[in-house]
C-alpha cells in the first residue's frame, strides 16, 4: 500500500519561506517521478512542480520559476519543496503525488498516488 506523508506546510509571511516534505512508502520510490499540486478554496487542483526519478529533470508552472524548487533524496524516499518569496496567491493545500512512469508530467491524471495535502497560508 503506498502512502504519500507531507510536512512542512504553515503560515508565513510574504517575502517568506518554507520547506515543504513528501515521505513515500510502498514503491519503489526511486522508479518513478513525483510532482506537487496545489489546490486553492474555490479553484481547480492546478501542478506546481515535478521531478524526474533521477531529480535531473524538473518542470515548474510558471509563476513559482525562480522562487520554488523541488527535489528528491531516493535514499530517504523523500520529495522537497523549497519555497521562498512566499506570495498571498501561493496560499493553497499543497499536494504530493506519484506518477505513474519515470516522467515529470504536468498533468493531474498521470499521477496514481495522492498525500492528504499540507496547508500552506501566506499573510500579506
Known amino acids: 500500500q503506498v502512502q504519500l506523508v507531507e510536512s512542512g506546510g504553515g503560515l508565513a509571511q510574504a517575502g517568506g519561506s518554507l520547506r515543504l516534505s513528501c515521505a513515500a512508502s510502498g514503491r519503489t520510490f526511486s522508479s518513478y517521478a513525483m510532482g506537487w499540486f496545489r489546490q486553492a478554496p474555490g479553484k481547480e487542483r492546478e501542478f506546481v512542480a515535478a521531478?524526474?526519478?533521477?531529480?535531473?529533470?524538473?518542470r515548474y508552472v510558471d509563476s513559482v520559476k525562480g522562487r520554488f524548487t523541488i527535489s528528491r533524496d531516493n535514499a530517504k524516499n523523500t520529495v522537497y519543496l523549497q519555497m521562498n518569496s512566499l506570495k498571498p496567491e501561493d496560499t493553497a493545500v499543497y499536494y504530493c503525488?506519484?506518477?505513474?512512469?519515470?516522467?515529470?508530467?504536468?498533468?493531474?491524471?498521470?499521477?496514481?498516488?495522492w498525500g492528504q495535502g499540507t496547508q500552506v497560508t501566506v499573510s500579506s
Open positions: 521531478v524526474s526519478w533521477s531529480g535531473g529533470g524538473t
Open positions: 503525488a506519484m506518477s505513474g512512469s519515470d516522467y515529470p508530467s504536468r498533468q493531474v491524471e498521470f499521477y496514481d498516488y
